[in-house]
């Protein structure tokens, strides 16, 4: 069963706390992605991955960082320097340029 | 910088109730604009791709078309599992998607 996997599926965070969400895709996708979608606008790139090792900024990359070890996986660290980080994170992959597909989401809340 | 503007942003239909929902975009030579349905508390699910003016594609009560400035997702005689949010994203140049704000469409029975 091909997909992508997200966890955890809810995520609270305390304030000057680093967390990471997690991201596994068995698709064989090249290339992966990490979006924030918040109430009322589009999804917002933070991060994307065409190849192993290799890893590119997106439009609102301040306050995260990534790794791609693996093919399969690209973990997003939201770290304290991220100062408004309640939101739904979506990490997506694809073949390159084609269209992407979704994971379920993780929910970040800052308690 | 690419723009999507999506409306409306709500949309209530009575069952069976056909309508459009619109997007129009500006971007730096478009590779690719994609339709995705979004129900409440998950991810993203693909429908369509469109990658030329004229071009349409069709999928169930769904039906999308593309001009050169905008595109329009029709649904016919929808159902009340219809209801969902609908995205619009396009892919430019630098093939990066660049997302619209969605249409939530209610359909009523």
């Known amino acids: 069963d091909g997909g992508i996997t997200q966890s955890p599926k809810y995520l609270f965070r305390k304030e000057g706390q680093n967390v990471t969400l997690s991201c596994e895709q068995n698709?064989?996708?090249?290339?992966m992605y990490w979006y924030r979608q918040d109430p009322g606008q589009g999804l917002r790139l933070i991060y994307y991955s065409q190849i192993v090792n290799d890893f590119q900024k997106g439009d609102i990359a301040e306050g995260y960082s990534v790794s791609r070890e693996k093919k399969e996986s690209f973990p997003l660290t939201v770290t304290s320097a991220q100062k408004n980080p309640t939101a739904f994170y979506l990490c997506?992959?694809?073949?390159?340029?084609?269209?992407?597909?979704f994971g379920p989401g993780t929910r970040l809340t800052v308690l | 910088e690419d723009q999507v503007t999506q409306s409306p942003e709500a949309l209530r239909l009575q069952e069976g109730e056909s309508s459009s929902l619109n997007c129009s975009y500006t971007?730096?030579?478009?590779?690719?604009l994609f339709w995705y349905r979004q129900d409440p508390g998950k991810g993203p699910e693909f429908l369509f791709t469109?990658?030329?003016a004229g071009e349409e594609k069709e999928k169930e009560r769904l039906k999308a078309t593309l001009t050169k400035k905008e595109s329009f997702l029709h649904i016919t005689a929808p159902k009340p599992e219809d209801s969902a949010t609908y995205l619009c994203?396009?892919?430019?140049?630098?093939?990066?998607?660049?997302f619209g704000a969605g249409t939530t469409v209610t359909v009523r029975a």
């Open positions: 469109l990658y030329s």
């Open positions: 997506a992959s694809s073949q390159l340029y084609n269209e992407q597909f």
């Open positions: 994203a396009v892919q430019g140049n630098d093939y990066k998607l660049s």
């Open positions: 971007v730096s030579g478009l590779r690719g």
């Open positions: 698709l064989n996708h090249d290339a």
